[in-house]
Nanobody, 115 residues
Framework: QVQLVESGGGLVQPGGSLRLSCAAS????????MSWYRQAPGKERELVSR????????TYIDSVKDRFTISRENAKNTLYLQMNSLKPEDTAVYFCVAQWFQTYWGQGTQVTVSS
């Protein structure tokens, strides 16, 4: 049974930081490209960042470049997203996604940026 379990979300003030984690089980984690998506209220889901299976390539949407960092520890089957200088527009549910021959989604973790 495949499980992607996100954690680390919460309420933070503008300018603050959060670190999201995604613990994977039931898949050969090191074979999967991993991504973080987010969905804000009333908006479509969007890709935030992606990291290749061997962590040698990363991509980010323009709005989070220089603020967010994606990383992974294949030995721990874990994906991370370090989010700094958070803005109210970063408020969303953040999803961990594993992609190879199949695609798997986590249940999401809420991030709220508000004073």
């Amino acid at each position: 049974q495949v499980q992607l379990v996100e954690s680390g979300g919460g309420l933070v003030q503008p300018g603050g930081s959060l670190r999201l984690s995604c613990a994977a089980s039931g898949i050969s984690f090191s074979r999967y490209n991993m991504s973080w998506y987010r969905q804000a209220p009333g908006k479509e889901r969007e890709l935030v960042s992606r990291i290749s299976s061997t962590a040698d390539a990363t991509t980010y949407i323009d709005s989070v470049k220089d603020r967010f960092t994606i990383s992974r520890e294949n030995a721990k089957n874990t994906l991370y997203l370090q989010m700094n200088s958070l803005k109210p527009e970063d408020t969303a549910v953040y999803f961990c996604v594993a992609q190879w021959f199949q695609t798997y989604w986590g249940q999401g973790t809420q991030v709220t940026v508000s004073s």
